[in-house]
């Protein structure tokens, strides 16, 4: 059993006006095999959260804790964080030109574990995983995430979380840009992982569509930079019905 552990965390970043607080005190704990849902209009700081904890530059840690198993996130490198057990699917997943995704794969497995896979139960790990996400065989030797499409980019994104098995992901806005078969392909994915691991899901999403396929142990409602209100699987319905207008109120 593991624990992520996020403690009054604010996050500023930098902009052409100046410093700004985009993070205002978040308060958060997901324990493996948990599914956490973060929702909330756009800019309430739901994707500035998972970028804090995957260790992007850009963003600074002000004050506040992010702990892994009581271990300090914040002080560790963004690949001694991925080698603790945190994975990180972006919502824009960049390319990688002349890098083949077979070859991205098994390095970062590599780098992860310490040691590489053995090749022919490695070979035989992607084959499935890349079946299992219906993904035609060559795409094991593009360029990552090159000329890909928003389906493309974000079942690879999957395949990453199912062969690296993390001990928490955090899936920023996984279900933008998708149609409806990919949206229900790519949710299987993640549904297949826990399933089979004891992963901790960060689900961070704008609309309750992708909940219609994983369903959340706790939902939480980002807005201004704070958890306005927190649940279960029932909040992400009332949302769908009343929308975040409620929260807004005196915001702006």
């Known amino acids: 059993m593991s624990t992520l552990e996020i403690r009054d965390l604010h996050v500023s970043v930098e902009t052409p006006e100046g410093a700004k607080q985009i993070l205002r005190g978040v308060d958060l704990s997901v324990s493996s095999g948990q599914t956490h849902a973060i929702m909330g209009p756009n800019g309430s700081g739901k994707s500035t959260l998972a970028y804090s904890i995957a260790g992007h530059p850009k963003y600074e840690v002000t004050s ?33 030109a002349g890098v083949t995704v077979s070859n991205f794969l098994r390095t970062a497995k590599t780098a992860i574990d310490g040691k590489a896979p053995a090749l022919r139960q490695w070979v035989g790990d992607v084959r499935t995983a890349m079946e299992n996400l219906r993904m035609d065989p060559v795409f094991a030797e593009r360029n990552v995430n090159e000329g890909f499409s928003g389906g493309e980019k974000k079942r690879h994104e999957i395949l990453q979380m199912e062969l690296l098995s993390p001990k928490f992901a955090v899936l920023d806005e996984t279900d933008s840009g998708l149609d409806v078969d990919a949206l229900r392909i790519v949710s299987e994915g993640v549904n297949r992982v826990k399933s089979t691991t004891d992963v901790g899901v960060l689900l961070i999403t704008h609309y309750t569509r992708i909940l219609n396929y ?23 319905e009332r949302l769908e019905a009343e929308g975040y207008d409620r929260y807004l109120v005196g915001t702006n």
């Open 64 to 96: 506040g804790e992010v702990l892994l198993d009581g271990e300090d996130v914040l002080a560790m490198t963004v690949d001694e964080r991925a080698r603790a057990g945190l994975f990180l699917a972006m919502q824009y997943p960049v390319e990688v």
């Open 214 to 236: 994983i369903t959340p142990d706790f939902v939480h409602v980002f807005v201004d930079g704070r958890v306005a209100e927190q649940g279960g699987p029932e909040l992400a």
